[in-house]
Structures are given as C-alpha cells and as structure tokens.
C-alpha cells in the first residue's frame, strides 16, 4: 500500500532542493491511500508517476475518469518518456480515501493529445510515441474548460497575445474571452483577457499580461526587485517552444525556454477548482551570472485591501492590511 499525505509526495526536503515524483511500478494492482489533513472536504486532482500507461483507477463505486500526461521532471527540467496518471477524487475532511490503480485497458483512462502551434517541436523526442502530436493553428491555442478559457501567446505560451485584436464567442452556458489591445487601464499594451463564466446571463474578464525582464548588475541583491538608476532589459524568448497537454479533466499549457519553464492549467472538475488558473514557474539562470530575472504581471484587477509579499525566492507570502488614512 502507498500512501500518500496530502497528495504531496514531492515536497522538497530543503528550501534549495529540487524534487521528483517516486515512480509507481504498475506490475501487480496498488492501493493508494490519501490522507486530506484540511478540516473540509474538496475536490481534487491526484498525480502519480507510473511505470505503464495502460491502467485503470478504481474508486469505492467501480472505475473512474483518469488521464495520461508526459511526465515533466523538474529536476533535469525535461519531460521524460515516463507517464503522469492523474485522476480527480473528492476528500472528506480529515479522513483517508483509497484507490486501486492496476494494469489494464480501460476505456475510463484516456491518454491526452499534444497540441502545438509550432511546426516542429524539439521536446517531442523526450516523450513516448503513445502520445499523439497535432498541430494546431495559432487561434486555436488557448486553454478551455466549461468555466474558464484563456487564450495565450502561440509563440511562447505565456499570458500574452500578439499585437491583433481577436474575438472568440463560445456557447451560451460557456464562457467567452475578448482580446483587446486598446485597453485605456492598461495604456495600451496588447493584453490577455481570461473569462470565467460566473453566471448563466454573464461573465467575469480579467486582463493580463505576463513578461521577463532582468537587471544586469553585480550590485544586486537576493531581496532587490528594482534597481535604481540600473537598465531593465526584456528577455528574449526567441528559441522556446510551447505546446498544450490536453485531456478530459485538465488541460496544460508548457513554456521551455534556456531559462524558464512555465506551466499554466485549468481543471475540468465540479468546485472552486473549475474557476481557478494554475501556474507552476521555475526558473534557471545558472548560466545568467551577475543578474537579476523578474517576472512582471500587469492586470486590470481591483485590488482589495489586502496587498500580498513576497521575498525574491518566493518561499514566503504574508499579508497587510492597507490603512489609507495613515499614508
């Protein structure tokens, strides 16, 4: 029996170290015990590295919906030729749930597709040749689910649209996304919308976009986040490449570049989690001595009073209560 605390089976053991996912060898059935330690129940999507893709997840009342993912290591910062299982399982609070995970055909368990806007992709290679590859066109990329769609840059993946208005109308009961590079809060820059559809006759839009610049100076520090006096540049991104893994329960948007491997998304499950836009970022700059990388993100959110902190290696985030009257 595996048993798995909260599902986090890969929290690193120090603040510097890098982690993997122990890979689950699927000759005989397992049973995977997980533990929710919240005091409230959830959905949520389980993950496990295994040795063979052709599995079934068994639940209490028979099997369930289970996907297949190339598994991305982060430690050598690559995807492998290994599998990622992942299938959604609601816990109770404080309270263990069990699940047989065996070898077998299943029609419940479905490998995902990759799709990229790029003609040729480097990282292909790395994977196994059970995963079908599609090119798709560059209106096409975008991430999408029953609540939430966010459409991204198709040459480099991030929260960022080229320099085109474009317009996607879904059905009604879906949710909609407009691109406008006219945004007057935004002083023109060319913008992101994401749209979650909040009610049956609306929807709710949120504005972004994402961007890398570094500092080039041997004056920096850990805790620094601008310079004075210093030149910003913007990192190019020119050689990444990016591609979706797309499936029935989530869809995942990857960004590989020399220094930054981004991974965006959105879960097809009941609860606050369908609402929700992931962000997995990790950054290698070994090889940018003497700088400092920062990523910058320019929204048209309204802000409560409540403004979040965080240090340079993003390891804590506290939170202040913003008094008007004493500044």
């Known amino acids: 029996m595996d048993f798995l605390n909260n599902f986090q089976d890969n929290i690193p053991l120090v603040y510097n170290e890098s982690s993997s996912k122990k890979m689950v060898i699927v000759e005989q059935p397992k049973t995977i015990l997980i533990y929710n330690n919240q005091p409230h129940g959830r959905m949520e999507l389980i993950e496990l590295q295994i040795s063979d893709p052709n599995v079934i997840v068994i639940g209490t009342n028979g099997p369930i919906q289970a996907q297949i993912e190339p598994y991305f290591d982060t430690v050598s910062g690559k995807l492998t030729k290994?599998?990622?299982?992942?299938?959604?399982?609601?816990?109770?609070?404080?309270?263990?749930?069990?699940?047989?995970?065996?070898?077998?055909?299943?029609?419940?368990?479905?490998?995902?597709?990759?799709?990229?806007?790029?003609?040729?992709?480097?990282?292909?290679?790395?994977?196994?040749?059970?995963f079908h590859v599609k090119t798709i066109s560059k209106n096409e990329f975008f991430l999408q689910t029953q609540r939430i769609l966010v459409e991204l840059n198709p040459k480099n993946g991030l929260l960022e649209v080229p320099p085109t208005e474009t317009l996607?109308?879904?059905?009604?009961?879906?949710?909609?996304?407009?691109?406008?590079?006219?945004?007057?809060?935004?002083?023109?820059?060319?913008?992101?919308?994401?749209?979650?559809?909040?009610?049956?006759?609306?929807?709710?839009?949120l504005r972004c976009k994402q961007e890398f610049s570094y500092y080039k100076s041997i004056f920096s520090g850990a805790y620094i986040m601008a310079l004075q006096d210093a030149e910003v540049i913007k990192l190019k991104m020119t050689e990444a490449e990016t591609f979706i893994v797309s499936g029935p329960l989530r869809q995942i948007a990857y960004t590989s570049s020399r220094f930054v491997k981004q991974r965006l998304s959105v879960n097809n499950i009941s609860g606050a989690e369908e609402n929700r836009l992931h962000m997995q970022l990790r950054i290698d700059i070994r090889k940018m001595s003497d700088a400092e990388l920062v990523t910058k993100f320019a929204t048209d959110m309204i802000a409560d009073d409540v403004e979040y902190y965080t240090d340079s290696n993003g390891l804590q985030v506290s939170f202040y209560y913003v008094n008007n009257s004493l500044i």
């Open 82 to 130: 290994s599998y990622l299982l992942v299938f959604s399982a609601h816990l109770k609070a404080l309270s263990f749930v069990h699940f047989t995970i065996q070898k077998n055909h299943a029609a419940t368990t479905e490998i995902t597709q990759i799709l990229t806007p790029l003609k040729s992709l480097r990282m292909t290679k790395y994977i196994s040749s059970n």
């Open 168 to 205: 996607l109308r879904l059905l009604l009961g879906s949710a909609k996304v407009v691109f406008n590079k006219d945004s007057p809060s935004l002083k023109g820059i060319e913008t992101a919308a994401i749209y979650t559809n909040v009610e049956t006759d609306g929807t709710k839009r």
